[in-house]
C-alpha cells in the first residue's frame, strides 16, 4: 500500500472518530426535537378537530401550519434514522466480526449515500435471497458507502446515467459465497478507485474473501466484493 494510501487511511481513522463522536452527541437533541414536534402536531390536531370557527386563530391557518411542523417531525425523523446508521457503522469499525443480514447493510449504505446522488441519477437496488454471515457491519457499511460515493460521482454529470446494487450467493466449491456488486453507466472516476481498492482489499482479507474494481473515463464504475457464508 502506497504512503499516500496509507495517510488517507489515517486520515478516513481520524474522520470517523470525529464523526462518530458528533453523532453521540446529536442523538438526544434530534430526540427531544422529535418528541417537541409529535407534542405541537397533537396540540394543533386537537385544535382542529374541536373548533371549527375562525377564533383564536383561522382554521385553514391552523392547518398549514399544522403540515408544516408535521413536515418537521417527519424530517426529523429522517436525520435522526441517517444519524443512528453513520454512528452504528462508525462505531463497529474494527470491532468483531458478527453474525448479520448483508442486504440490510446494503440498505444502509444507500440510505447513507442517496444525498449525493444527483435528481437524475437512477438507483437500481436488487437484493437477491442471501444468508446471514459473520462479519464486521461497520466496515462493510463504510465500505459500500465509499463504492456509492464513487458511483454517485461517475453518474453526477451523465444525463440518464444509473447506479445498480446487487447481492447474490453463489456456490464455490463445498461452500457460498455473498456477491455485492455496485457498478455504474456514468463518465467514471478514475483517481478515486485507488484508495477504495486498499479498502476493499482491507476488508475482504479481514472475511477471507476478495475484491474487485475499477473505474474507465466513459465507462463508469464497476466493484465486486466477495464474502464467503460464515455461520
Not at 370557527?53 to 401550519?65: D, H, I, Q, R, V
Not at 440490510?104 to 447513507?112: G, H, I, P, R, T
Not at 461452500?175 to 483517481?191: K, L, N
Request: glycine share 8%.
Amino acid at each position: 500500500m502506497s504512503e499516500s494510501i496509507d495517510a488517507r487511511m489515517l486520515a478516513l481513522a481520524a474522520a470517523g472518530s470525529l464523526a462518530g463522536g458528533v453523532s453521540s452527541e446529536l442523538r438526544v437533541p434530534l430526540r427531544e426535537m422529535r418528541e417537541s414536534l409529535a407534542v405541537i402536531v397533537e396540540i394543533l390536531d386537537h385544535h382542529l378537530n374541536t373548533n371549527e370557527g375562525p377564533a383564536p386563530y383561522p382554521w385553514s391557518e391552523t392547518k398549514a401550519l399544522r403540515e408544516r411542523v408535521a413536515q418537521a417531525y417527519l424530517t426529523d425523523r429522517k436525520v435522526a434514522r441517517l444519524n443512528s446508521e453513520l454512528g452504528d457503522a462508525i462505531n463497529s469499525y474494527g470491532q468483531d466480526v458478527e453474525l448479520i443480514e448483508v442486504n440490510d447493510l446494503v440498505e444502509v449504505a444507500s440510505n447513507l449515500t442517496r444525498h449525493r446522488m444527483s435528481a437524475s441519477t437512477e438507483l437500481f437496488i436488487d437484493l437477491g435471497k442471501v444468508p446471514p454471515t459473520r462479519l464486521v457491519p461497520g466496515e462493510v457499511v463504510l465500505l459500500l458507502t465509499r463504492l456509492l460515493t464513487i458511483a454517485a460521482d461517475s453518474a453526477h454529470d451523465m444525463q440518464g446515467a444509473a447506479i445498480s446494487v446487487k447481492t447474490r450467493c453463489e456456490a464455490v466449491g463445498e461452500g457460498q459465497e455473498i456477491a455485492i456488486y455496485v457498478a455504474d453507466s456514468g463518465s467514471g472516476a478514475p483517481d478515486e478507485v485507488e484508495f477504495a481498492a486498499a479498502l476493499g482489499r482491507h476488508v475482504a482479507q479481514r472475511l477471507g474473501g476478495s475484491f474487485v474494481g475499477e473505474s474507465q473515463p466513459g465507462a463508469g464504475s464497476v466493484f465486486e466484493l466477495r464474502i464467503p457464508v460464515s455461520t
